[in-house]
């Protein structure tokens, strides 16, 4: 079974600086997607970034990009000039890409980031 | 752009009472995916429907049972609650099993 890890329970960042979010994973597996999933206050689940684990190109979404290490299992989201609607719990998650009907995601136990102004 | 759609969105039941929740896909996801989140935990997979026929199936009670209906939306129906079962419960949506989930915005649950 595949498990994904986020060693950093809290983080904080002050208001217009760069932040590193870390993420490892255990898989078998040669194919998958690695999610970052943003949860504010509101409690809803907001997809902030996804990337291929066949593409070697790290994914960018404006202010957020991440670090793909797949030899490393490793998946790190930088935040880029922090904003404080970036608030938030962050989770990283595994779905396989495997085939049959695994397409469930796994998720790590989450990242509480703060903003400060 | 359409989101999917949870309801309802609070919901307060007894211990041994029966809920229902009910998710509504985007337009054009075929694929409905139901998710718990306890208090200060991570999001745990329970069920996924694919074209209306159960494709995958999680650490679901077997109290829990859940159906995907011919216009897509699903429902999921608990029964003989038990306080343990006070959580967030998200519905997520994608197009066909290989995309990416899109969540609702969740239907807090509340067991007293």
């Known amino acids: 079974a595949q498990t994904v890890t986020q060693s950093q329970p809290e983080m904080s960042v002050q208001e217009a600086e760069t932040v590193t979010l870390s993420c490892t994973y255990d898989?078998?597996?040669?194919?998958?997607?690695l999610f970052w999933y943003k949860q504010p206050p509101s409690r809803q689940m907001i997809l902030v970034i996804r990337?291929?684990?066949?593409?070697?190109q790290n994914a960018t979404e404006n202010r957020f990009s991440v670090n793909f290490q797949k030899a490393a299992k490793s998946f790190s989201l930088k935040i880029s000039d922090s904003q404080l609607g970036d608030a938030a719990m962050y989770f990283c998650a595994y779905r396989s890409e495997s085939g049959g009907s695994n397409y469930k995601l796994t998720f790590g136990k989450g990242t509480l980031l703060t903003v400060n102004p | 752009a359409a989101g999917v759609i949870q309801s309802p969105r609070h919901l307060i039941k007894e211990k041994r009472e029966t809920a229902t929740l009910k998710c509504y896909p985007i337009?054009?996801?075929?694929?409905v995916y139901w998710y718990q989140q306890g208090p200060g935990q991570d999001p745990q997979f329970l069920i996924s429907?694919?074209?209306?026929?159960?494709?995958d199936k999680g650490s679901i009670p077997d109290r829990f049972s859940a159906q995907q209906f011919s216009d897509y939306h699903s429902e999921l129906n608990m029964s003989s609650l038990e306080l343990g079962d006070s959580a967030l419960y998200f519905c997520a949506s994608s197009l066909e099993t290989t995309e990416t989930q899109y969540f609702g915005p969740g239907t807090r649950l509340l067991v007293l």
């Open positions: 429907f694919y074209e209306k026929m159960q494709s």
């Open positions: 337009p054009r996801h075929d694929t």
């Open positions: 898989t078998s597996e040669s194919d998958y997607y």
């Open positions: 990337q291929e684990a066949y593409k070697q």
